[in-house]
């Protein structure tokens, strides 16, 4: 009895619970990390301190002496993004930098050269947090452009986060408002008087659209067609041409002349011929008598 009665009461401890999650519970559980970018290969320079507001360049280090070579990984965990240096064989930490929102970035560009960077990594030492600058070069301009992207794309993503909270509490502050009527107010609607026009056509529109489709397959036979033209006439008969010819066309043209008209033809070529002899005489009585030139005469 007694072991029967402590299984039972073991049972009743080990059903989980059922309530609901609150936002304490929630907190507590340790965010998820999430891998943004790695590279096997990156190397650390101890550099020296900026002694001026000017910016850092990589030819004051000796590039071909660096302190440390690891790996490199860039995590996203909740709202922070971390800059790891670990070991490559163990996975040893080595130093790490935090990107937050609101402070100062944790990396810096040199000027000179486009795959080498300056880190501020930061450690708690005595529960105090002490930071430190140091230099990070990569093999490869692909992996320092690689290296930027994913920096951007975390700082891109808290800023449309940021959007979604504000645009979510706007929501929620204007939804409160109430549009429901209140006792004794009422609406006024002002509707445009329909022209007699558009109304027929909507009835018309509607009768047709009622149609079954046979009615309207006879509604479409009945209405008519173009009326063809008239065939053209019939050939006319010899009779009826004859019938038909005007009494009024002109009279048939003579080529005989009248006795009038040949005496004055008659006279006027006599007139002419005498003209013509006239002409011919004076001019043989007026030709000189020489036979200068006349090969005949001389002969």
């Not at 930061?122 to 692909?142: L, M, N, P, S, Y």
């Not at 502050?173 to 009422?186: I, P, R």
Request: one cysteine or more; aromatic letters at 8%; glycine letters at 6%.
């Amino acid at each position: 009895m007694d072991q029967a009665s402590s299984s039972s009461s073991m049972k009743e401890d080990k059903k989980p619970s059922t309530g609901p999650v609150t936002v304490d519970d929630n907190e507590e559980r340790e965010a998820i990390e999430i891998a943004l970018f790695q590279v096997p290969e990156c190397y650390v320079y101890l550099i020296p301190p900026r002694k001026s507001a000017a910016s850092y360049r990589a030819d004051e280090w000796d590039v071909n002496k660096w302190a440390w070579e690891g790996a490199l990984k860039v995590v996203s965990k909740g709202e922070e993004c971390i800059i790891k240096l670990v070991d490559k064989t163990t996975g040893e930490l080595y130093a790490q930098a935090f990107l937050r929102e609101g402070d100062l970035h944790p990396v810096e560009a040199v000027i000179d050269s486009s795959r080498y960077f300056v880190l501020r990594v930061e450690e708690k030492i005595d529960g105090r947090v002490r930071h430190a600058f140091i230099g990070i070069g990569f093999r490869e301009r692909t992996e320092a452009y690689d290296f930027q992207a994913a920096l951007h794309d975390h700082m891109k993503y808290l800023n449309k986060k940021k959007t979604a909270e504000e645009m979510e509490q706007h929501f929620q502050n204007t939804s409160s408002v109430d549009y429901s009527l209140k006792e004794g107010e009422t609406i006024v609607l002002q509707l445009k008087n329909r022209s007699d026009k558009d109304t027929k056509s909507k009835m018309v529109e509607k009768n047709f659209s009622n149609l079954s489709l046979e009615d309207k397959g006879k509604s479409i036979e009945t209405i008519p067609s173009i009326i063809p033209p008239p065939p053209p006439p019939g050939p006319l008969s010899p009779v009826t041409t004859a019938q038909k010819s005007p009494s009024s066309l002109p009279p048939s043209l003579s080529l005989q002349i009248s006795p009038k008209q040949q005496d004055v033809d008659t006279k006027h070529e006599e007139e002419m011929k005498e003209d013509q002899e006239a002409r011919d005489g004076g001019v043989e009585g007026d030709a000189p008598d020489d036979d200068f030139g006349d090969f005949q005469a001389a002969g």
